[in-house]
């Protein structure tokens, strides 16, 4: 008996720690340090001039870390309701080096953020980080404690040479004791890294072109765990140097859907994959994998050339074309038919290499095969000033709902009212619309700010049938002008931008329309006025009501017997002071509160 009450007991603490090891740290509800808007009011002037609805979020030694391709510092969780962004650490204020790397998050939908105390990379000798991204992973669709925020970044191998890889994690997101380390391999990891969870079991997976000491070409590095006490390190075949050849490889995504792992690149394929290359010899593809990332598959290349409404777009957008490098960009995600769409951006060059039309378009795969749609014809070729200098190009991201039936692009362009600088506009549709929506300017600067370094979250918000894209830009107050070089202090700001997306477009709004509803307002945040729409499911009588963050009524919106169905109100905060309000929908037994933010 003593024996087998041995036995159990050893199984029992087995499977403890067992359990325990798939868990960075103890889970305790979040501790979160000072809200980061307070820090940004000390260090910005009163009459900083913001872009439409983004707010400062946080500050960072400059912007070069936001100026990156093929990476995702921001990143929303659909179902804990959690955004987080990830940048390296202003040395010197909060920030042991400038490439500390840090982290902030909200949980009001970017309305108000918190900087995470303790930074990912503090435990190193080095904190030489550099363009960070980040995923969050939440297999389980649970609230924040459920969440792991993890991240992945090139560090500096010495003071002017980067190679390294660091990565960390922090369980749940916002706990603020995150892990991380340094991969030191022999070689060296180029910068575009990308990060991805699978949504599905707790794995998470990273990659990274990697250039070995003795080899000039570059082969894609799989890395993937789903405790980080134990760190699976793949070479998959099918991403050999042999298969990228001498232009290596730029990464375009990482993404998971229904337990498939994915990953998208833009290389010189070898003749077996491209038999016949376009001019430049560079094209897209993806990889996948259906047995958590030990197997992949060949490359499958999404030739857009072969699409009669594209065969005149002859090679890939160089948006640098001025030296000998090429300046490619794209992005990659999945819809819910399991079918891969690759956002890039292509120029038509039956006229002239330097002066065709340059566009941003859709390869997506159907059932019969690849097809497509242009996003956005008449793409600028004015990069090179502001943040980033150029570095990022039109920077064309995808994104998608929780459902993967709608997608938006956010990408960067010159607006009609100016030549030299750059806003950033938003376009939206269906998986199964054929034309996307007219690009809507969310940033519509003023002259002097030019909007060249920019991410946007791979996931949207879904309400009913509205839906909001997270967006977020770097810049320097000072000097404040649309030549700024980068190496000063750079703030970080962020924005939800909310778009309606009617019930003719996706078959579930049809439903969500007769339910007990109150969604987001828009806009939101707002300055004066915004509109809140809200449905019914039966005909009743409604209260819609306006409180300040202390209880206090504000406003009495609606009060009265209403039928089923949609319905809107305009409100108007023109004699309300900047803040945080809430509006609450009352009728029956059912009550819904959601909160809004107005900036004056």
Same mark, same amino acid.
């Given at each position: 008996m003593r024996v087998f009450t041995s036995i159990v007991l050893f199984i029992l603490l087995s499977i403890l720690v067992s359990a325990q090891q798939r868990n960075i740290r103890h889970k305790t509800p979040p501790k =979160?340090?000072?809200?980061?808007?307070?820090?940004?009011? &000390?260090?910005?002037?009163?009459?900083?001039?913001?872009?439409?609805?983004?707010?400062?979020?946080?500050?960072?030694?400059?912007?070069?870390?936001?100026?990156?391709?093929?990476?995702?510092?921001?990143?929303?969780?659909?179902?804990?309701?959690?955004?987080?962004?990830?940048?390296?650490?202003?040395?010197?204020?909060?920030?042991?080096? +400038?490439?500390?790397?840090?982290?902030?998050?909200?949980?009001?939908?970017?309305?108000?953020?918190?900087?995470?105390?303790?930074?990912?990379?503090?435990?190193?000798?080095?904190?030489l980080g550099r363009y960070p991204n980040m995923s969050i992973s939440n297999p389980t669709k649970g609230p924040i404690s459920a969440t792991r925020a993890f991240f992945v970044w090139p560090e500096l191998k010495d003071a002017n040479d980067l190679g390294w890889l660091?990565?960390?994690?922090?369980?749940?997101a916002g706990l603020g004791s995150p892990y991380s380390a340094l991969d030191k391999s022999n070689g060296y990891y180029n910068t575009q890294m990308m990060a991805w969870a699978d949504d599905k079991t707790q794995e998470v997976f990273w990659t990274s072109g990697f250039y070995p000491p003795t080899d000039v070409d570059a082969h894609l590095k799989l890395f993937k765990t789903d405790d980080f006490a134990t760190i699976d390190t793949l070479n998959p075949p099918q991403w050999s140097d042999s298969v990228f050849e001498n232009g290596g490889n730029i990464g375009i995504g990482g993404c998971a859907f229904n337990g498939v792992q994915y990953v998208g690149a833009i290389g010189t394929f070898n003749a077996t994959l491209v038999p016949n290359p376009p001019p430049g010899g560079y094209l897209v593809g993806y990889s996948k994998s259906t047995d958590q990332g030990k197997t992949w598959s060949s490359f499958k290349m999404a030739d857009w050339r072969n699409i009669t409404k594209f065969s005149h777009y002859e090679t890939l957008f160089d948006f640098i074309n001025t030296d000998d490098l090429v300046s490619y960009q794209g992005s990659m995600g999945?819809?819910?038919?399991?079918?891969?769409?690759?956002?890039?951006?292509?120029?038509?060059?039956?006229?002239?290499?330097?002066?065709?039309?340059?566009?941003?378009?859709?390869?997506?795969?159907?059932?019969?095969?690849?097809?497509?749609?242009?996003?956005?014809?008449?793409?600028?070729?004015?990069?090179?000033?502001?943040?980033? %200098?150029?570095?990022?190009?039109?920077?064309?991201?995808?994104?998608?709902?929780?459902?993967?039936?709608?997608?938006?692009?956010?990408?960067?362009?010159?607006?009609?009212?100016?030549?030299?600088?750059?806003?950033?506009?938003?376009?939206?549709? +269906?998986? @199964?619309?054929?034309?996307?929506?007219?690009?809507?300017?969310?940033?519509?600067?003023?002259?002097?700010?030019?909007?060249?370094?920019?991410? %946007?979250?791979?996931?949207?918000?879904?309400?009913?049938?509205?839906?909001?894209?997270?967006?977020?830009?770097?810049?320097?107050?000072?000097?404040?002008?649309?030549?700024?070089?980068?190496?000063?202090?750079?703030?970080?700001?962020?924005?939800?931008?909310?778009?309606?997306?009617?019930?003719?477009?996706?078959?579930?709004?049809?439903?969500? =329309?007769?339910?007990?509803? =109150?969604?987001?307002?828009?806009?939101?945040?707002?300055?004066?006025?915004?509109?809140? @729409?809200?449905?019914?499911?039966?005909?009743?009588?409604?209260? %819609? &009501?306006?409180?300040?963050?202390?209880?206090?009524?504000?406003?009495?919106?609606?009060?009265?017997?209403?039928?089923?169905?949609?319905?809107?109100?305009?409100?108007?905060?023109?004699?309300?002071?900047?803040?945080?309000?809430?509006?609450?929908l009352r009728s029956g037994n059912n009550t819904i509160s959601k909160k809004m933010m107005l900036i004056k």
């Open positions: =979160l340090d000072e809200p980061a808007t307070v820090i940004e009011k &000390k260090y910005l002037s009163d009459n900083f001039p913001l872009s439409n609805n983004y707010i400062p979020v946080e500050t960072m030694t400059n912007a070069y870390s936001f100026a990156q391709i093929g990476i995702t510092p921001l990143y929303f969780d659909s179902y804990s309701g959690v955004l987080a962004l990830v940048h390296r650490g202003w040395a010197d204020h909060y920030a042991k080096s +400038s490439g500390e790397i840090w982290y902030n998050i909200s949980t009001d939908f970017g309305i108000s953020w918190s900087r995470v105390p303790g930074s990912i990379d503090g435990t190193q000798l080095q904190t660091g990565y960390g994690a922090d369980q749940p999945v819809d819910k038919n399991n079918h891969v769409h690759i956002i890039v951006s292509v120029t038509d060059t039956t006229t002239d290499i330097n002066h065709g039309t340059n566009s941003i378009i859709d390869i997506f795969e159907t059932d019969a095969g690849w097809d497509g749609t242009i996003v956005y014809s008449g793409l600028n070729t004015a990069y090179s000033s502001g943040p980033g %200098l150029g570095l990022m190009g039109p920077n064309a991201e995808l994104a998608f709902d929780s459902t993967h039936s709608v997608m938006a692009v956010q990408f960067i362009n010159t607006p009609a009212s100016s030549a030299t600088r750059n806003d950033l506009f938003l376009t939206y549709k +269906s998986i @199964t619309d054929s034309v996307w929506s007219t690009p809507v300017n969310m940033t519509n600067s003023a002259a002097t700010i030019n909007n060249t370094s920019a991410h %946007l979250a791979p996931c949207l918000k879904k309400d009913g049938y509205q839906y909001t894209a997270f967006s977020a830009f770097c810049y320097s107050p000072i000097p404040y002008d649309s030549t700024y070089d980068g190496n000063n202090t750079a703030v970080l700001y962020c924005a939800p931008y909310s778009f309606t997306y009617g019930a003719t477009g996706v078959n579930d709004h049809v439903n969500a =329309l007769n339910n007990f509803n =109150l969604f987001q307002n828009y806009p939101n945040p707002f300055n004066p006025g915004t509109t809140i @729409t809200y449905s019914l499911p039966q005909r009743n009588n409604v209260s %819609l &009501k306006v409180y300040d963050v202390l209880g206090r009524e504000i406003a009495n919106l609606v009060d009265a017997m209403q039928e089923a169905g949609s319905h809107s109100v305009n409100f108007n905060a023109s004699k309300l002071a900047t803040g945080l309000y809430i509006y609450t």
